[in-house]
């Protein structure tokens, strides 16, 4: 049964349901029958590994010297200790079947609750006409050189498109090679690199109201998955020029300039912006972040949303469009790219404590998700503002004036996409058992 079957109030969501709750019941009851009281022992043993795991990778993170080393021996030690008393309890088999017990039960239950996400695909639109002059910019060294490995100047010539390499020498205007191809009459602008540089030329597209694609030569192909878009052969972006559909998509903006993934602030931006980060990106991270997370280094940041202010978060990512539900942030795909919002995550992790309290999900003290239309950042010390601040956009470390403004421009993008191409799979609706009762039919509507 695929998962649009399965709707609100069906029998197959019903099924789905009290199938979620059995299993809970199965896991408790096989828990206190092959245990009995040592099930406490279980719990207890469980618990005390989460929360020492926690902070100990806190630990390791923020400080320095024998304290860090001895912070990554207690984050292995750990669950090692956990698999060693529940074997010496003869409570590991217990364990197994309780964990899958669980995981079956939370599968069951994503599934019943699949009918409560909405709408979740971005409407397409029909492209009357294949454009005449479309005009491609290629990044040669990107992805570890995909465009020579797939060969897809030759391929995009051989379908009408003019191709510009960025292959020096020096840096390259990207904006003004696009502005000057749209002067002279382009009428589709696409890029094959990165994010940044799909970032880049996408806000001229949209400046003048032309299409823009996405072609998948990048590292990561971030923005081109959450499109659908087919991440092993890039060639197969290229259908877009003779048999596309056109989805209208947001834009985010942040100092005067687009990002279509997110802008990073905090310890992540202050880390890559350090010039030794390029060449040792491990050794860079782990020597800056103990100053970082213990306010040594670094701007001090306030957050202004919609309804919202957040004070002193160690890291915060304005998304363009909230990230899905699959981890304990809420940082995954995004399924759409037009409800015309940002997402906004703030995380403040300054003690062990607290990272052990990130157990609570999105209820811990440290951690906000929410959605905002502007966001301002504002940045100091103790003793004075700071005139800029580092920040990640699409992935590229630049230094913005504050106050540094986010906001977004709703469906202001046209992309063109191939008609045939793997789609954005369908996210994965949040486990909310009060719900998951009334869909088995044991409480109130």
Partial sequence: MTQEAIRPGSRAATWLARLSFALVLSVVAVVAVEAG???????????VAAVVSLAAAFWFLSRSGALRWLSLALLVAAPVALIVVYALHSLLWVALVAAAGWLLAGMTARAALAGDRGEWRMPEYPVRR????????????????????????????????????????????????ARTAVARGADLLGVAGGDGT?????????????????????????????????????????????????????????????????ASFGAYAEVVEDPAYRDDKVGTTLGLLPD????????????AT???????????????????????AGLSRRSRLD??????????VDSARQAAGLLRG???AGLHVLTAREVTVTAGTDHASTEQVPVGIDGEAVL???????????????VWVPRDRPGVPAPKPELDWARLRQLAGWGAG
């Fill in 37 to 47: 009281l040592r099930s406490l022992v279980m719990l207890a043993a469980g618990l």
């Fill in 130 to 177: 294949p454009a005449r002059h479309p005009f491609l910019i290629m990044n040669p060294k990107s992805g570890g050189g995909k465009v020579g490995r797939f060969d897809l100047r030759r391929k995009a010539e051989g379908l009408g498109a003019e191709v510009f390499l960025l292959d020096g020498p020096g840096l390259v205007d990207v904006a003004g090679v």
């Fill in 198 to 262: 799909q970032a880049l030329v996408a806000g001229i597209a949209a400046e003048h109201g032309i299409p823009f694609m996405v072609i998948t030569a990048g590292t990561r192909n971030h923005f081109a998955l959450d499109l659908g878009l087919d991440r092993d052969d890039p060639a197969a972006c290229l259908a877009a020029l003779s048999d596309a559909v056109e989805l209208r998509i947001d834009l985010g903006v942040i100092g005067g300039r687009t990002f279509v993934n997110n």
């Fill in 292 to 303: 970082l997370l213990q306010g040594h280094r670094g701007s001090r940041l306030t957050v």
């Fill in 306 to 328: 919609d309804g919202a202010e957040i004070s002193a978060p160690n890291a915060l990512l304005v998304a363009n469009n909230p990230y899905g539900t699959g981890d304990i």
């Fill in 339 to 348: 409800r015309g919002v940002l997402g906004v995550v703030a995380v403040r």
């Fill in 362 to 364: 999105r209820r811990a």
């Fill in 400 to 414: 913005l004036p504050v106050p540094v403004r986010c906001a977004v421009r709703p469906q202001s993008l046209r």
